[in-house]
């Protein structure tokens, strides 16, 4: 069974840093892309950022030039450094990884999610 269990949220004051972590675990033969999306009070989840396996990243255009997403060299761990975060950042993080291939088959699976909170 694949899990994937996210930590790094928290509650920071605008023009603060946090870093978000996911590891998958389980028995994995490969992971495709693995990104972090969010879900803001009252509006649809979006993409954050996308990493695929060959490490090409994908921003949405709010957080260019403030976030940086990586990859572990195992390729089943995913960070997000958040820099100059700020009220608009506030959401429930989640991780998500794209055609994971186990004895099982190939699929996708997300964390339960991590909040972050900017406020003064």
């Known amino acids: 069974q694949v899990q994937l269990v996210e930590s790094g949220g928290g509650l920071v004051q605008p023009g603060g840093s946090l870093r978000l972590s996911c590891a998958a675990s389980?028995?994995?033969?490969?992971?495709?892309?693995m990104g972090w999306y969010r879900r803001a009070p009252g509006k649809q989840r979006e993409l954050v950022a996308k990493?695929?396996?060959?490490?090409?990243?994908t921003y949405v255009d709010s957080v260019k030039g403030r976030f940086t997403i990586s990859r572990g060299n195992a390729k089943n761990t995913v960070d997000l450094q958040m820099n100059s975060l700020q009220p608009e950042d506030t959401a429930l993080y989640y991780c998500?990884?794209?055609?994971?291939?186990?004895?099982?088959?190939?699929?996708?699976?997300w964390g339960q999610g991590t909040q972050v909170t900017v406020s003064s």
């Open positions: 998500n990884a794209e055609r994971v291939m186990t004895s099982w088959g190939t699929s996708a699976y």
């Open positions: 389980g028995t994995i033969f490969s992971i495709g892309a």
């Open positions: 990493i695929t396996s060959g490490v090409v990243t």
